[in-house]
């Protein structure tokens, strides 16, 4: 049996940075990396579709310890998976990771103040032993990488062609000259169909409902010359700076002003596409702006695409597939050599993994989150989630840093447990779901499975990187509503 301060489940962006965080901030802790897939990179070396890319700027995409020096800022996956194996090598974390390691569950001793975790090998060639821990960081990411959301459509068995999801894309798939349907309207369509129109006789973009985009150049101008005139560190963190003020401005004028933002986005829609297009129905959708996440594209690619007349957008319910392609609810019937089904993801708790409290399996959705990480009566649990509104790694490096003071402090006092708490003043808390605001199909379906959030600090996943710098990285350890103890002792 192995044992260690530390385990961090998952070894894409999240894990490499928590790692390092540690390494930095809290030398003196024994860690390992449990990676279920063979290879490291989390999402970034899972997908493999067409155009692959960030739907963020690398400058807060990025971790805030080692700064993004390409060009480009609106980066290609392999750019950001290059990046986080460049990381890896020069923190020397890969040692610390076992690949092919799947937690299927944890149990939590408060006698001895550790995780027991039942590591499944999902290579299949050699038998796991458990592996005990002081505390679990969580950075397995919140969608499964086994089994992406894909709907069944009637007829879809009679289809002659190939279909599949792109989380699934198949391994040399040749679409030159082949007639291609994407079915959704969110930011894979957006990436995929772009990047594969100038080979394909044509490619649709199906949809039931639009979704808002917006055009952004690939290259921060400003960044690309702060680097020239000041020292590196210094002009990432300018732009980084710049760069989350702009995604918090942006965010709230979409909350405090939302018939305003939507205007000049459409705006700006009408003035690529032309006064002939059909801007209203195709993308003009029923909801708010942020109400679900906005689509970039860069540079403008997809209304070039549409502009050739290489690639077109449909907005229609479909009926059922047939043998040739899908007979949409008009009558209309788009015929496809590939349908490919961009339909989403299943998200996922914790990985999947179940979790016991002394022998109590822990139900999430009783239980509210502390700071957006931690979970009422779960002691030494930190799960990293990051922003469905800004970049992910923003608050990846939050919660890393927090697990770091975390661990200090206990060394501090002496104790091996902390474990969030609700006071008396918090037992008529509002319970309030633990993504608001956000209508999106693949949150929506798994809300129920998820922790609450209070309607106060710090019971409040608040997804603002302006109010979790206070909360998480400024206010005091000792608030009140986390308590510090080791086996025996009740504070």
């Not at 609106?74 to 290059?82: K, Q, R, T, W």
């Not at 040692?95 to 937690?103: A, D, G, P, T």
């Not at 680097?227 to 710049?242: G, H, I, V």
């Amino acid at each position: 049996m192995s044992d260690y301060d530390v385990v961090i489940v998952g070894a894409g962006l999240s894990g490499i940075g928590a790692a390092v965080h540690l390494q930095k901030h809290s030398p003196n802790k024994s860690y390992t990396i449990l990676e279920s897939r063979a290879a490291l990179g989390g999402t970034w070396d899972l997908y493999r579709y067409p155009g692959i890319r960030s739907d963020s700027d690398m400058h807060t995409l990025g971790y805030n310890f080692k700064p993004w020096k390409a060009a480009k800022s609106i980066a290609d996956g392999p750019s950001i998976l290059e990046y986080v194996n460049e990381t890896a090598d020069e923190y020397d974390v890969r040692k610390n990771i076992r690949f092919n390691s799947r937690v299927a569950g944890a149990s939590w001793s408060s006698e001895n103040a550790r995780w027991t975790l039942d590591v499944e090998n999902t290579a299949g060639d050699t038998e796991t032993e458990p592996i005990t821990c002081n505390l679990i960081l969580m950075c397995s990411g919140y969608y499964s990488y086994d089994k992406p959301y894909q709907p069944h459509f009637e007829g879809e068995e009679e289809f002659e062609g190939l279909m599949f999801h792109p989380q699934l894309w198949p391994e040399d798939l040749d679409y030159k000259g082949k007639r291609v349907v994407v079915i959704g309207s969110g930011a894979t369509a957006m990436t995929i169909i772009p990047s594969m129109a100038d080979d394909t006789e044509h490619i649709t973009m199906l949809q039931r409902s639009p979704t808002y985009v917006v055009s952004f150049p690939d290259k921060d101008v400003i960044a690309n010359t702060l680097r020239k005139f000041l020292p590196e560190m210094w002009a990432y963190n300018l732009t980084r700076f710049k760069n989350t003020q702009m995604q918090h401005r942006m965010y709230s004028r979409t909350r405090t002003a939302p018939e305003k933002v939507k205007n000049f986005l459409l705006k700006r829609v009408r003035k690529e596409l032309g006064p002939d297009y059909d801007v209203e129905k195709h993308f003009t959708p029923r909801y708010n702006p942020w109400d679900q996440r906005m689509c970039l594209i860069p540079n403008g690619d997809l209304w070039q695409s549409i502009k050739t007349g290489k690639a077109s957008v449909v907005t229609e319910a479909i009926d059922h597939f047939t043998k040739k392609g899908i007979r949409l609810q008009t009558g209309e019937e788009l015929e496809a050599d590939i349908i490919i089904v961009a339909t989403g993801l299943n998200m996922k708790v914790l990985g999947g993994a179940t979790f016991e409290v002394d022998g109590q399996p822990v139900n999430f959705p009783d239980t509210f989150t502390y700071k957006g990480m931690m979970y009422s009566d779960v002691p030494n649990l930190v799960q990293t989630f990051g922003y469905i509104n800004a970049s992910w790694t923003l608050r990846a490096d939050l919660t890393a840093e927090y697990t770091c003071r975390l661990l200090n402090r206990m060394d501090e006092l002496g104790m091996r447990q902390c474990t969030p708490r609700l006071r008396e003043q918090d037992a008529h808390m509002e319970k309030r779901p633990w993504i608001t605001d956000f209508t999106s199909g693949y949150m929506q379906r798994v809300m129920h499975l998820f922790p609450k959030q209070g309607d106060h600090e710090p019971w409040l996943n608040t997804q603002s990187f302006a109010a979790d710098k206070k909360m998480v990285r400024h206010a005091p350890l000792e608030d009140g509503s986390l308590t510090f103890s080791s086996p025996g002792t009740d504070t």
